[in-house]
């Protein structure tokens, strides 16, 4: 029964920590992770305002066909940002969209055509239905927006920029978790020292404290990797004749623009570029961002032979260069995400194994007087 007992706990730990880091991790991405949701009354009934769902992040999807519903990011409607509606039909130019609640698509309020470089997550249906998760939404945004303030309030008392926006809310996270275990140590020391004997069945968990701590690092080197990089769209007008700048080029004619990188942190960085749409290319393809400097491209973007105005779609990934370039290079070529995954598995794996082998792995705990101290204890460990 104890056994059980302990599954079960460790089980919701796990759930809570996983939860909190797909929100975390979504915002920090700028699209649904795990859990996705919608806060109008749009997607009616399939979706109720706050209701979540299922997210595939699209690059894991598949092809979109119609009548998947899915999150993209929108240019006009409300505003843009993120919306959530389903595919109604299928063009040369992009998705058509609508809300299941709107009389009319998106693109009947100059919503351009939705193109795969714009959808982020894809709804999981199985059995052709969306599966809704109450009050996800709800939740969400109380969480969001209680961090939100936070960041604004610790930039506010420290003057720092950099703990507001997407990589700030990986960084409040790491402090956080860093404050807790301070504290945990603090009262777990002061508590019952007069007792000789400690039980390991109570107390805070290190391991739970440890991958917390692992989590962190992975949230920001996360945000490093993801937050500067995505879809970069530049809109060509395809014209009779040519005009100064890349904007505007002759019907069936090339132009090539300056394009620079910059690279804000303190380690450097690997960035590919994959074209979205025809007509656009980045040449060097694969460049290195030294730490703290920026590097520069060549920007290429060719008008069709038709008159128009024209969407041009390239994506650009980023990756904390802290493995060979080479490997970075092959496993980029096997799916984008994958170096993604294996540096973040590197440095949350990393610290996490350190981290138990320089600390006791069992519970915090309270120690009598006599007991040796935890920086002896560590001492005999690196002995």
């Not at 019952?192 to 440890?210: A, C, E, K, M, P």
């Amino acid at each position: 029964m104890d056994r059980l007992k302990k599954w079960l706990e460790t089980a919701l730990e796990s759930g809570v920590i996983i939860f909190l880091i797909a929100m975390v991790l979504g915002q920090i991405l700028g699209q649904p992770v795990l859990l996705g949701f919608v806060t109008t009354g749009s997607m009616q009934p399939t979706l109720e305002p706050g209701d979540g769902f299922v997210a595939i992040p699209a690059d894991l999807a598949g092809s979109v066909e119609e009548g998947d519903v899915v999150t993209f990011r929108a240019e006009e409607i409300q505003g843009g940002g993120l919306t959530t509606h389903r595919v109604v039909d299928n063009t040369d130019r992009g998705y058509i969209t609508r809300g299941d609640n709107n009389p009319f698509t998106d693109q009947d309020s100059d919503e351009p055509p939705v193109t795969n470089a714009q959808i982020v997550a894809v709804a999981w249906q199985p059995g052709g239905e969306v599966v809704a998760v109450p009050g996800v939404g709800t939740l969400v945004n109380g969480v969001r927006n209680g961090l939100s303030w936070v960041q604004q309030r610790a930039a506010s008392i420290f003057g720092v920029r950099s703990l507001l926006g997407t990589q700030g809310l990986a960084y409040l996270l790491l402090g956080v978790s860093v404050g807790a275990y301070v504290l945990d140590f603090v009262l777990s020391g002061n508590r019952d020292r007069g007792r000789r004997d400690s039980s390991r069945d109570t107390g805070t968990s290190v391991r739970l404290l440890i991958g917390i701590f692992a989590a962190a690092i992975v949230l920001s080197a996360t945000a490093t990797m993801v937050a500067p990089a995505g879809p970069q769209e530049f809109g060509v007008v395809s014209a009779e004749f040519d005009s100064p700048g890349p904007r505007v080029i002759e019907q069936g004619t090339t132009e090539s623009t300056q394009y620079r990188l910059g690279n804000g942190g303190y380690v450097p960085v690997v960035t590919y570029f994959d074209p979205a749409t025809d007509g656009i290319a980045v040449e060097p393809n694969e460049t290195v961002i030294p730490a703290r400097s920026t590097a520069n491209a060549t920007l290429s973007l060719t008008a069709p032979p038709e008159r128009g105005y024209y969407r041009k779609f390239v994506v650009e990934h980023r990756y904390l260069l802290i493995l060979p370039q080479s490997t970075i290079r092959s496993l980029y070529l096997v799916h984008p995400w994958l170096p993604i995954i294996t540096i973040d598995a590197l440095l949350g794996g990393a610290f996490y194994v350190l981290g138990t082998v320089l600390v006791d792995t069992g519970r915090v705990r309270s120690r009598s007087r006599d007991s040796p101290s935890k920086i002896r204890r560590l001492l005999t460990r690196l002995r």
